[in-house]
C-alpha cells in the first residue's frame, strides 16, 4: 500500500537490469561459516547473499540466494538460529539460514551505512556498527518474539553504545555478550553491554582500524588496521602486547583460532598469512589477485575460504606447515601456550627482530618500516613465494561492470565489466543493443557522439552493485522527453512526445498497478495535495512550434519559471473541477480517459531482457522491526503483489497519469533575422518551446511567417547526420504527392542514425540566380532559408537543447538568427567538441 502522504525528500525509486548467470555479480564483502562448516554464505557488493555447498568440488553449488537490500551487504552474522546480515542502505536484517524465503524482519535504526556485524555465542545479543560513529546493541530474543509474533512491538529500538562519533569499520563481540569491541579512524573501543558505556580506548594504530577478532573469554583483542599492521591487545593490562607488520598495504581481514594460537590475516596487497601469535612466524598461504575482504577458516585449519572484490569466493587447501612448525622449534617456541597466559616472543631481547626464515615463512616485523626492509628473494620482491598457487575451488559469478557512460540521448547507456567488454544498452528495453568486444570505453563513446541530442538527466546511471541500473528522483526524473519516432514507431503522429521518466514509471510499476486493481483489500493511495499537472496535456492558451496543426510558438516571452507557473495553476484548476485525464501522450486534441478507478498503463518502454528489470525503493529513515512502514525493498516487475509500499509520486504518476511541474521540458529563445538580412522581424520574438523540439521545425515556422508577409523562401536543410537526406527527400516526395490528392501531409521528424559531419543539401530547386543574387532584395524567387546561431550554421536535426549546448554554450537565453543564404558566403560550420 502506498504511503499516505508525500515524504521529504522523495523516496528514490532505482531499477536494476538483471544478468543470466550463477553467484555474484560483485565483490564479496562477508563469510559467515555455518557451524558443522557444510554451509558459506557470501555477503556481496550486488546487494544478494548467496549460501554455498562447502563439498569439495572445483566449483561449489549454490544452495539457494537471500535478496531483500538494495545496496552492499558489509556483513553477516550467524546469531542462534537464524542469519543476520547488514547494508548500505542502512538496515539490518533477518533471514532463516537455510531458506530463501524471504526475510523475517528489517532492523531500522542507523542514520547512514551499517558496516559490520558481530554476535554473540548464543546469539541473544547482537552489535552493528557503521558510519557516523554508530554503534547499536540489538536484543534478539525480544525481537525473535517480536517477529514471530508472540511479543507485541510498542516500538522496539536498539539501545546505542557510548563510542566516539568517528566512523566505525569493524565491531566484535566475546561468547557472553558482554564486551564489545568498535574499530573507528579513532583507534578501538571497548564497550560493557550492560552500561552502553565505554570502559577502555586502546591507541595505537596510526590509521583507521578495518577488523577485530576478540577472544571468546574477552581477554585478547586483535586488530588490523589500514597502517599495515596488526596489534595484540591485552584487555586486563589495557595495552599493546604484540605490533605484527607482516603485510605491506592495509589490513582488511583476520579470522582467529579459537584459542588465538593463530591469526589468519588477508589485505589489500592480495596476500593471505597465518601468523603464530606465541613465535611471530608468519607464513604466506596465498596470493589474491584482488583485495582480500574477508576470511573464514575451517576448525582444522586444513581449509581457508578467501573474498576479495572479485565476485568469485576461493577455496584453499592449506598444508599444516611443517616448515613453519620447524622453525618455530628451532627458536625454542614450539610449545608456547596462548591460552594460559599473554603471548609473549621467545626471543626476549630481540623479540622485535625482523627474520627471512626461507619459504614461505619469516618472522614478522614489529612495525610496517621494518616490514618494507626485509630481503626477499625472487621475483615477488615484496613477499616470500605462497605456500598454494592456485585455489582448490572457486565459486561461479558475473563480471562486475565497473564503467557507465551515457550518450546524448540519454536513452543508451555504454558499459564496460571488469574483463573489459563493452556493451551499448538501451534503457528503454533493459537490454545490449550491441556488444563491441574488449575495447576502451572512450573509443566507443566518441565514435557514437550524437551532438544533435541535449537531453536532461532524467535518470542517473548506476553500476554500484555490479549491474547496470539506474535512480530517479521527483522532479528531474520528469524533465526530459523524446519524439515516439525516435523510439522506432514510425505510425505514430509526427509531433508525439513521451516523457522518458513517465514511461519508465508505468513500464516498471505496471504489474504493481494491474495487482493493485485486482486486489479488493487494497486501497488505492489517495492522491498527493502537492500540485501536479496531467502527464502530457497540452495547457489550456499555450502555443507551442511543433503542433502539427501550425500552433506557433507562445508569445508570452516569459521565462522557465513563468511557464511553470502557468501550468502549476492550469494544474491546480483542473484539480479543483474534478480531477485529471490519464496520459494521452499527444501535443494534439486527444482529449484521454479519465483514470478514476482505471488507470491507462499504456506504455511504450517494452523490456525486452530475459530476467524481469528489479525496482528497489529506498526508505524514509526511521527505525522499526518489520518489513513495514517506510523500510527500503525490492521487487521484480513480474513479482508484485499490489501491496509493495510504492511512494506516493510513483502512484500519481502511475495510478492517476501525473506528474510534478517540470521546467526541463521548456526552454525560452530568441528569434530574429540576421543584422543586414532583408528580412523583416517576427511580431513576438522571443518565444518558449519544448527542448527537444528540432530546428527544422523553427525553420518551417519562420518560412509560414514569411508567407504571411509575401514572402517565399525555399527550404534547404543542413543535417550534421548526412543518412537523412535521402529520407529527407523521400518525406519531401510524399509530402507533395500528399498535397496534389487532398490528403495532406508534412514534415516528418527524423531517427537518429550514425555520426556524419554536417553536409548541406543540395535542394530540389536551382540555386539562386545572378540577377536574384545582385538585387539582394529578390525574396519572392524562392531564396533558401538559413538558420544560425553565433555566427554558426545551425543543423536542422540538432533541437533547440543541443544547439544551446553545443553552439550557443552560455547561460543566458538562446538567440538564434534567420536570414537568406549568400551563396557567395561558404558556411560556417560548429566546431563541436567530441569527447576527449
Not at 554508530?134 to 511479543?151: F, K, Q, Y
Request: overall charge negative; aromatic content about 6%; glycine content about 10%.
Amino acid at each position: 500500500m502506498a504511503s499516505a502522504g508525500g515524504a521529504v525528500p522523495p523516496r528514490k525509486v532505482s531499477f536494476l537490469f538483471r544478468r543470466e548467470g550463477i553467484g555474484h555479480c560483485g565483490g564479496v564483502n562477508a563469510l559467515a561459516l555455518s557451524r558443522d562448516e557444510q554451509q558459506l554464505w557470501t555477503g556481496s557488493r550486488d546487494s544478494t547473499i548467496c549460501c554455498w555447498s562447502t563439498a569439495e568440488k572445483a566449483q561449489p553449488d549454490l544452495m539457494h540466494e537471500h535478496v531483500g537490500h538494495i545496496d552492499w551487504v558489509n556483513g553477516l552474522a550467524l546469531a542462534g538460529d537464524v542469519l543476520v546480515s547488514c547494508s548500505s542502505d542502512k538496515t539490518l536484517r533477518v533471514w532463516q539460514p537455510d531458506s530463501p524465503e524471504p526475510a523475517l524482519g528489517c532492523l531500522q535504526g542507523h542514520s547512514d551505512y551499517v558496516t559490520a556485524l558481530a554476535a554473540c555465542a548464543d546469539g541473544s545479543v547482537l552489535a552493528s556498527g557503521g558510519l557516523r560513529g554508530e554503534v547499536l546493541l540489538w536484543d534478539l530474543a525480544t525481537l525473535r518474539g517480536i517477529m514471530a509474533g508472540s511479543t507485541q512491538d510498542q516500538g522496539y529500538s536498539a539501545s546505542t553504545a557510548e563510542v566516539p562519533r568517528a566512523s566505525v569499520y569493524a565491531v566484535a563481540i566475546n561468547a557472553a555478550g558482554t564486551l564489545i569491541a568498535a574499530g573507528s579512524t579513532q583507534g578501538v573501543s571497548v564497550v560493557d553491554v550492560r552500561s552502553g558505556r565505554s570502559v577502555m580506548q586502546l591507541k595505537g594504530h596510526t590509521d583507521n582500524v578495518r577488523s577485530l577478532q576478540l577472544e571468546a573469554e574477552g581477554r585478547l583483542l586483535l586488530s588490523g588496521s589500514a597502517d599495515h599492521t596488526m596489534r595484540l591487545w591485552d584487555l586486563g593490562q589495557q595495552r599493546c602486547v604484540q605490533t605484527l607488520a607482516v603485510h605491506t598495504d592495509s589490513v582488511w581481514a583476520l579470522a582467529a583460532t579459537p584459542s588465538f594460537a593463530a591469526v589468519f590475516s588477508g589485505g589489500r596487497d592480495g596476500c593471505i598469512y597465518r601468523t603464530r601469535l606465541s613465535t611471530r612466524v608468519s607464513e604466506l598461504l596465498a596470493v589474491e589477485q584482488r583485495p582480500v575482504l574477508a576470511l573464514a577458516v575451517a576448525s582444522d585449519e586444513r581449509r581457508l575460504w578467501a573474498a576479495t572484490t572479485a565476485p568469485s569466493v576461493h577455496t584453499w587447501h592449506l598444508e599444516l606447515a611443517a616448515a613453519a612448525s620447524a622453525h618455530t622449534a628451532a627458536i625454542g617456541g614450539g610449545s608456547t601456550s596462548v591460552g594460559g597466559g599473554t603471548p609473549r616472543s621467545p626471543l626476549g631481547a630481540a623479540a622485535g627482530a625482523a627474520a627471512v626464515l626461507g619459504g614461505p615463512c619469516f618472522i614478522a616485523s614489529p612495525s610496517a618500516a621494518a616490514r618494507a626492509r626485509l630481503p626477499f628473494a625472487g621475483q615477488q620482491g615484496s613477499h616470500p613465494p605462497p605456500q598454494q598457487g592456485e585455489p582448490a575451488a572457486a565459486t561461479p559469478g558475473l563480471p562486475p561492470i565497473q564503467h557507465a557512460v551515457v550518450l546524448t540521448d540519454r536513452r543508451h547507456v555504454l558499459t564496460r565489466d571488469a574483463d573489459g567488454t563493452v556493451l551499448c544498452w538501451d534503457l528503454t528495453a533493459g537490454c545490449v543493443t550491441r556488444d563491441y568486444g574488449r575495447c576502451e570505453l572512450k573509443e566507443v563513446e566518441v565514435a557514437l557522439f550524437q551532438p544533435n541530442h541535449s537531453v536532461s538527466a532524467w535518470c542517473q546511471p548506476e553500476v554500484k552493485l555490479g549491474s547496470l541500473g539506474g535512480a530517479m528522483e521527483p522532479p528531474q526524473c520528469f524533465g526530459a522527453e523524446i519524439y515516439a519516432q525516435d523510439l522506432g514507431d514510425e505510425e505514430a503522429p509526427v509531433d508525439l512526445k513521451v516523457n522518458f521518466g513517465e514511461q519508465m514509471l508505468v513500464a516498471l510499476f505496471k504489474g504493481w498497478a494491474e495487482a493493485a486493481q485486482r486486489t479488493s483489500c487494497h486501497a488505492l493511495p489517495a492522491p498527493s495535495t502537492q500540485v501536479l499537472r496531467p502527464a502530457q496535456e497540452r495547457v489550456p492558451g499555450s502555443r507551442a512550434v511543433d503542433q502539427q496543426s501550425g500552433a506557433e510558438p507562445s508569445d508570452s516571452g516569459g521565462s522557465h519559471g513563468g511557464d511553470g507557473e502557468r501550468q502549476s495553476n492550469v494544474a491546480a484548476e483542473q484539480a479543483a473541477a474534478g480531477g485529471f485525464k490519464a496520459s494521452n501522450l499527444q501535443d494534439g486534441d486527444s482529449e484521454g480517459q479519465s483514470i478514476d478507478g482505471e488507470p491507462d498503463q499504456a506504455t511504450r518502454f517494452k523490456f525486452l531482457t530475459p530476467l524481469a528489470p528489479v525496482v528497489m525503493v529506498s526508505g524514509s529513515g526511521g527505525s522499526g522491526t518489520r518489513a513495514g512502514g517506510t523500510v527500503p525493498w525490492r521487487c521484480p516487475t513480474d513479482a508484485f503483489t499490489g501491496k509493495e509500499d510504492v511512494p506516493q509520486w510513483v502512484a500519481d504518476c502511475v495510478l492517476r497519469g501525473r506528474y510534478p511541474v517540470s521546467r526541463e521540458l521548456k526552454m525560452a529563445f530568441q528569434l530574429m533575422p540576421l543584422p543586414g538580412s532583408p528580412l523583416p522581424s517576427l511580431l513576438q520574438s522571443k518565444l518558449n518551446a519544448p527542448r527537444v523540439l528540432r530546428v527544422n521545425k523553427v525553420a518551417d515556422y519562420i518560412r509560414r511567417k514569411m508567407e504571411e508577409q509575401g514572402i517565399a523562401l525555399r527550404e534547404e536543410p543542413l543535417f550534421w547526420d548526412g543518412s537523412k537526406e535521402e529520407k529527407w527527400h523521400a518525406e519531401q516526395a510524399a509530402s507533395a504527392d500528399g498535397s496534389n490528392d487532398g490528403s495532406g501531409g508534412g514534415l516528418v521528424s527524423l531517427p537518429v542514425h550514425q555520426l556524419h559531419p554536417v553536409q548541406p543539401f543540395p535542394g530540389a530547386a536551382s540555386s539562386i540566380s545572378p540577377a536574384e543574387r545582385a538585387r539582394g532584395s529578390g525574396l519572392a524567387g524562392h531564396g533558401a532559408l538559413l538558420v544560425t546561431c553565433a555566427g554558426n550554421t545551425v543543423p536542422w536535426d540538432f533541437s533547440l537543447a543541443a544547439v544551446r549546448q553545443w553552439i550557443w554554450r552560455r547561460s543566458d537565453d538562446l538567440v538564434l538568427h534567420y536570414s537568406v543564404r549568400d551563396r557567395t558566403t561558404p558556411l560556417k560550420l560548429p566546431a563541436i567538441r567530441r569527447p576527449s
